[in-house]
C-alpha cells in the first residue's frame, strides 16, 4: 500500500475562524470539506508544495515562514496510506478565492465538526479547537 504524503493548511483569519474548503464534483471525496493542500511531489519540501497548492487553489501567496507546524494525520484508506502534515498560517498577501474547490467557508473552530471531512481529518479537529 503506497504511502502518500500530502501537505495541508488552516488558514486562520483575524477573528480566528478556518478556511475550509469543499471537494468538488468528480474528485475523489467530493463534497466533503477539507483543508486547503495537496500532494508533495517527488523532491518537493511540505512548504514547497503548500506554497504551491495555495497560489493554484486559492490564488494567494504564502511564505514558509509564515506556515506553523501543529500536528499530522495519518490514516489507512482503502487503496493508500495517507500521511498529512497540517500547518497553520495566519499571514498572506492575495484574497482568498475557490479556484478549483466546489465552495469555501470561514469556520468558528467550535464548529468544525459540523462539516462532514475526509476520515483522516477528524482527529485534527480538537487540536485546532485547543490551538485557536
Ligand atoms: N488537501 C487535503 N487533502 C486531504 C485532506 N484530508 C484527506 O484525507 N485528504 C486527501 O489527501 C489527498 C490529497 O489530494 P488532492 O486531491 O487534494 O491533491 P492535489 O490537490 O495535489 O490534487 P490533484 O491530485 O488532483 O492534482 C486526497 O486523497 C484527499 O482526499 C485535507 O484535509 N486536505
Ligand atoms: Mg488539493
Known amino acids: 500500500m503506497p504511502v502518500v ?13 478556518i478556511l475550509l474548503a469543499q471537494r468538488p464534483d468528480g474528485k475523489a471525496m467530493a463534497g466533503l470539506w ?6 508533495i511531489e ?11 497548492e495555495l497560489h493554484e487553489e486559492l490564488g494567494i501567496d504564502v ?3 509564515c506556515l506553523a ?14 500521511l498529512m502534515p497540517l500547518y497553520v498560517c495566519r ?6 478565492q475557490p479556484r478549483e474547490h466546489k465552495a469555501l467557508k ?20 480538537p487540536f485546532l479547537r485547543d490551538y485557536i
Do not use: Q
Not at 477539507?34 to 500532494?39: I, L, N, S, V
Not at 499571514?91 to 482568498?96: E, I, L, M, Q, S
Open 5 to 17: 504524503l500530502v501537505a495541508a493548511v488552516a488558514l486562520v483569519d483575524s477573528d480566528g475562524r
Open 34 to 39: 477539507e483543508f486547503p493542500g495537496g500532494k
Open 42 to 52: 517527488p523532491g518537493e519540501t511540505p512548504e514547497a508544495a503548500l506554497i504551491r
Open 63 to 65: 511564505s514558509a515562514a
Open 69 to 82: 507546524p501543529l500536528t499530522f494525520a495519518s490514516h489507512t484508506y482503502e487503496t493508500f496510506h495517507l
Open 91 to 96: 499571514k498572506w498577501t492575495g484574497f482568498v
Open 106 to 125: 470561514w469556520v468558528p473552530s467550535s464548529e468544525l465538526a459540523d462539516y462532514p471531512m475526509p476520515a483522516a481529518d477528524l482527529p485534527l479537529i
